[in-house]
């Protein structure tokens, strides 16, 4: 039996705009795909679909790295566009222990402040990682809660 991964026949390209553009194996061209992720923290590599601008998925690709080098890179840029979501590095200060709170922190994007409207927009993810909801939609990310400073942990456990 032979191994073989499945490189799904399409072309992706950057238009002028800004946009990618999707040509399918039988020519078939889509502007404004939009490439979604099935599983952005559990599966970041795997399972991502390219989506119409009219909402129909055209492909939907097992593994990133089955891509052509040039694809992957787009894909990579593009994807990471749509899933910012700044790592937690320290808790400054909160503003109180109760919901809704303010919180200044510092991430690997710079300083910010943001609204935790409740304790249920804290979720824990595998090992010691958290996603925080804030109020105005933004995710922040703490990949390792255990690796946070002490008072940083201190804060957080008031939360969890």
């Known amino acids: 039996m032979t191994n073989f991964t499945f490189i799904p026949a399409f072309q992706l390209k950057r238009q002028a705009s800004g946009r990618l553009q ?3 194996a039988h020519g078939e061209m889509h502007c404004g795909v939009t490439p979604v992720r099935a599983f952005p923290l559990a599966a970041p590599e795997e399972g991502i679909s390219l989506i119409s601008a009219e909402g129909h ?16 890179l787009l894909l990579h840029e593009e994807l990471a566009l749509r899933d910012f979501v700044p790592e937690i590095k320290c808790l400054v ?3 109180s222990f109760g919901t809704p709170s303010v919180w200044t922190v510092e991430t690997d994007r710079g300083p910010t402040t943001f609204v ?31 690796a946070l400073d002490k008072a940083s942990r201190r804060l957080l456990e008031r939360f969890l």
């Open 22 to 24: 999707f040509i399918s």
């Open 57 to 72: 998925e055209l492909v939907w690709i097992e593994q990133l790295s089955s891509l052509p080098t040039a694809v992957r």
């Open 93 to 95: 200060s909160v503003s």
């Open 116 to 146: 935790l409207k409740g304790e249920e927009d804290i979720r824990r993810l595998q090992g010691n990682a958290l996603l925080i909801a804030a109020g105005d939609g933004v995710q922040f990310g703490i990949a390792d809660m255990t």
